[in-house]
């Protein structure tokens, strides 16, 4: 069994890199652990014990760099983190090796659609998914009913997405990019809404485990583990018809018992340490079907339990 290896995790400052670092510490798969960000200032430099600041990918010299490091240190598995970052390596179809390390990311169609909320939804809607309806913002003269939601096409994470009740707020929020806005159906949350981490392997093993959250400063500040068929069903039939190889998350919000989905990030996502400490350790099995070997599985009934989101301090 290929163990000991050599791994970097680029884009480590945030809540997702800094949660691969605490699991990939305490992996037996870890004989050194490397991350690289274009900031010193969070706490990656205190999880990550071989922790450097490196180039923006808009950098012509980020990619001739980043290959630099790899050799000097021997890099096994790079795994990047920061959704810029893995727009760039999908654009430039470096999604296999860099260098002689092996990529850990979702496969290509996964990328795609996930990016691009418009691309989203035309997948959805041609699937057969039940979606939101989802419109561009440029091709809007007006809005019949409110509220909406308007969200980044491209953009990742919970800046970006307003809840838009009357005509006067979609234009002063699309005022200087209308272009890069997409408006949504709101969906009411009363049924609950839920984050979804899903992997399949190359052979086609599909794993997925459900959480009921609550948002709190736009991440998933509280959440419980539920058992539902129906969504489970769903996100069997998702990861078939978008070819995923690797680990996703899908969100999605129950309307009369139908699981809508309304988004798909397609990374690892800041709910991926919680998975593991409950057996789902998608990280791991993304590393173990990279090497093509058997995956483990830790997993074991844990419906009803719960997780809470924390702070924790650093000082140097």
């Known amino acids: 069994m290929n163990k000991g290896l050599n791994i970097l995790v680029t884009g480590c400052g945030g809540d997702i890199g800094q949660s691969l670092g605490k699991i990939l510490l305490k992996s037996d798969y870890t004989k050194t652990l490397y991350g690289i960000d ?13 922790f450097s600041v490196g180039l923006r990918f808009t950098d012509e010299s980020y990619l001739h760099q980043l290959k630099t490091f790899i050799k000097n240190n021997s890099i096994d598995i790079v795994i990047p983190i920061a959704e810029p970052e893995l727009r760039y390596f ?9 260098g002689s390390a092996k990529m850990i990311t979702a496969s290509s169609k996964a990328l795609e659609v996930g990016f691009d909320k418009y691309k989203t939804a035309q997948f959805l809607k041609a699937e057969g998914f039940p979606f939101p309806k989802t419109q561009l913002a440029q091709d809007l003269k007006t809005l019949e009913l409110f509220p909406v939601i ?28 209308v272009e890069d806005y997409v408006v949504q159906e709101h969906i009411t949350d009363k049924n609950g809404e839920f984050t979804c981490g899903l992997f399949r392997s190359s052979k086609g093993e599909i794993r997925s485990q459900i959480f009921k ?5 736009g991440y998933s500040g509280y959440g419980e583990v539920v058992e539902n068929k129906t969504i489970t069903s769903l996100l069997e039939e998702l990861a078939v018809k978008i070819d995923l190889v690797g680990s996703i998350n ?51 009934n844990v419906v009803g339990r719960k997780f809470y989101k924390g702070y924790e301090e650093y000082t140097n």
């Open 38 to 50: 274009i900031s010193d200032k969070n706490a990656a430099q205190f999880i990550y014990p071989n």
């Open 90 to 98: 999908s654009e430039q179809n470096i999604l296999d090796t860099i």
């Open 150 to 177: 308007l969200k980044s096409r491209t953009g990742s994470g919970s800046k970006d997405i307003h809840k838009i009740n009357s005509m006067e707020e979609f234009s002063f929020y699309t005022r200087n990019n």
């Open 213 to 217: 959250r609550e948002l709190l400063s």
């Open 250 to 300: 899908v969100q999605l919000r129950l309307t009369e018992s139908l699981p809508m989905i309304f988004e798909i990030n397609p990374r690892f996502s800041s709910t991926v340490l919680f998975r593991h400490l409950f057996g789902f350790e998608d990280l791991i099995w993304s590393i173990e079907d990279r090497l093509g070997l058997e995956l483990s599985d830790n997993r074991k």
